[in-house]
């Protein structure tokens, strides 16, 4: 069987995919394949008009002839769009998917609609790793700050999900151990910001804030074999996800391993959200926003879900750069402020508009 | 869209103990914390024996320095700790159960940001450097967003329902400390000014400064230790309060009213003091059960003496540089509750 569509005149809500003598088959609201299609070209769009903008202004056209190694008559175009601003670019499309998948799964799992992968410890561990590697050691070479972040992030998640771990796992356990083992990294690393030189505690913000400038091609192939490895994987957990937000008991009735389950899930959210916070710092809002955007577009079926607010995610991260590099030029703002200044007045609406 | 409830966070439902037994903790409680309010007198870059703080209590010497040392450094720093403390764990608890959130604490009502952000437009703007001046704006700031955020939360579909407050504040928290971040980015100056404000700190605060906010926070203990039994119906649901004849719009305005005047009037003369307003009343709760009528009594006294407690550590710990008392409070505190967690939340 191909594809199977409702009636001509009343269309159903569900697209029914089955893969013939395949195991599989795959059941998505109708706008799954629309939203991702606009969405897509949307995000590519902006992150074209992104690059094209700055200190060395350069038409959308010749942008994308540049991109596609076609000439355009002008021999710094290469340099300036290829090497500066298409791994920028990208990174930042990157984080943003990373950071809104991790979010949908996270609030899925916890069945919190305010849960961020904040509250796993993951951007207070890398918070306090990079900024000690920042204040401490003055000079240190800015290609180890990925590291560090990382498992800086990673040992955290870790520590929170051992300590929360008592004869299987439990969502409550796990948000206040959260929130016990984040106040404690914070306050190390407030501890820091404090007392450190004051220029190291400047940069120390900034990458705080989170933020893709001066982003290459370095950081770009480090971020993008955890997308390609782990996004696969929550797609295949996406029907699981669907049951364990129905509850523990709900999920264990369909017969759901639960605790293995969010165990691997878990996993997947601290390796993305420890990815993308790792390469461009704590980009506040990307995570809880795109979430409930792609609800509002494509419904609560997590396999069309997990997508949309992915791309979501990356045009959020991609337009709050391109606000900031323009908002106050030539002086560059983080985006990881765009994403909370323009995050915090949409988020209102979208969930007002929500109830009614 | 279920936010987490505290009924839930503590391990279901614990009757109330028996009321012997919680009278007779809280006169514990108090004797403990004047046992701790002496040793924090006692205890400093200077040790000073006990007897002479008693004299310089009570048979003052103007001329003996211990006596000046006791008098107008220690007993003010005392207080304040004490009062913040008890203030901030109190809003704390009204918040939790007021938007029946264990992740709840004056933060999440935009409070901190509210201030910090006040701070920050304080040096920045209008280039002020005093502390009394920096707790005025800070109090302004702290209101004026609390504010907001009741009324945004308001306005949304239900009125101020648990969901509508704990998103408001999230989200006007991440707007003004993005403005608060971009300032401090941007301007250097203003960084290294308020950097150890922002730490939050009772070090430095005389009588004058205290005499400045206690009104306020002591009109804010009164207010919320007499709505106990009403934030304990509200935290059952607004439906079951409403069923009960509870006006409860009325109740929610009052404890909001009281959640500003203590954690407005606790981070304008102390800076905004962390974990203590979340992990608390969590701990109180563990104790006593769920009945507000005795969480926010015990909350105030838990607060006042773990407050009490990190001050005299951050003092001690790497003397003579003293740490910022907030991040002693989550260094002392995160393990203890993270031990409170693991044995007590079974579900």
Known sequence: ?356 | MGVVTTSTASGGLRLVRSRGGLVAGLVLGLALLLAILLASLAFGAAEIPLPEVWAALFAFDAGATNHLIVRTLRVPRALVAALVGASLAVAGALVQGLTRNPLGDPGILGINAGAALGVVVAVFLFQIHTLSLFALFAFAGAALTATAVYGLGAWGRGGPTPLNLTIAGAALTALLSSFTTAILILNQRTLEEVRFWLAGSVAGRDLALLAQVAPYLLAGLMLAFGLGRQITTITLGDDVARGLGQNTAWVKALAALAVVLLAGGSVAVAGPIGFIGLVIPHMVRFWVGVDYRWVLPYAALAGAIFLLISDVAARLLLRPTELPVGVMTALLGGPFFIYLVRWRVRR
């Open chain 1, 1 to 356: 069987m191909g594809k199977q569509v409702g009636q001509e005149n009343t269309p159903a809500p569900w697209l029914v995919v089955r893969g013939g003598r395949l195991p599989l088959s795959v059941r998505l609201d109708r706008r799954v394949p629309w939203v991702l299609l606009v969405g897509l070209l949307a995000t590519l769009a902006v992150m074209v008009v992104n690059m094209g903008v700055g200190e060395y202004p350069i038409p959308p056209v010749d942008v994308l002839k540049t991109v596609l190694h076609l000439p355009t008559g002008n021999s710094d175009h290469s340099f300036i769009v290829n090497t500066l601003r298409l791994p920028r670019m990208l990174v930042a499309a990157l984080v943003g998917v990373a950071l809104g998948l991790a979010g949908a799964i996270l609030q899925a799992l916890t069945r919190n609609p305010l849960a961020s992968p904040g509250i796993l410890g993951i951007n207070a561990g890398a918070g306090l790793a990079a900024v000690s590697l920042i204040v401490l050691f003055d000079r240190v070479s800015a290609s180890l700050l990925p590291l560090a972040a990382f498992g800086g992030a990673f040992l955290v998640a870790l520590a929170i999900y051992g300590l929360a771990w008592r004869a299987g796992d439990s969502p409550t356990r796990l948000i206040l151990i959260g929130i016990g083992l984040t106040a404690v990294a914070q306050a190390l690393t407030t501890l820091m910001i404090t007392f450190g030189d004051i220029n190291n505690v400047q940069r120390a913000l900034v990458w705080l804030t989170g933020s893709v400038y001066g982003r290459t091609w370095d950081e770009f192939w480090a971020l993008l074999p955890w997308l390609v490895l782990l996004g696969p994987v929550a797609l295949l957990l996406a029907r699981d996800l669907d049951a364990l937000s129905l509850g523990d008991e709900v999920a264990r009735s369909l017969g759901s391993p639960v605790d293995l389950q969010r165990g691997i899930l878990l996993g997947v959210v601290v390796g993305l959200a420890g990815a993308a916070v790792a390469t461009a710092g704590t980009i506040g809002f990307v995570g809880l926003m795109a979430p409930h955007i792609a609800r509002r577009l494509v419904g609560p079926g997590h396999l069309g879900l997990l997508p949309t607010a992915g791309l979501t995610g990356a045009f959020l991260v991609v337009t709050a750069d391109l606000v900031g590099r323009t908002l106050l030029a030539p002086t560059e703002l983080p985006c990881g402020l765009v994403t909370a200044a323009i995050g915090a007045p949409f988020f209102l609406y979208l969930l007002w508009r929500q109830r009614s």
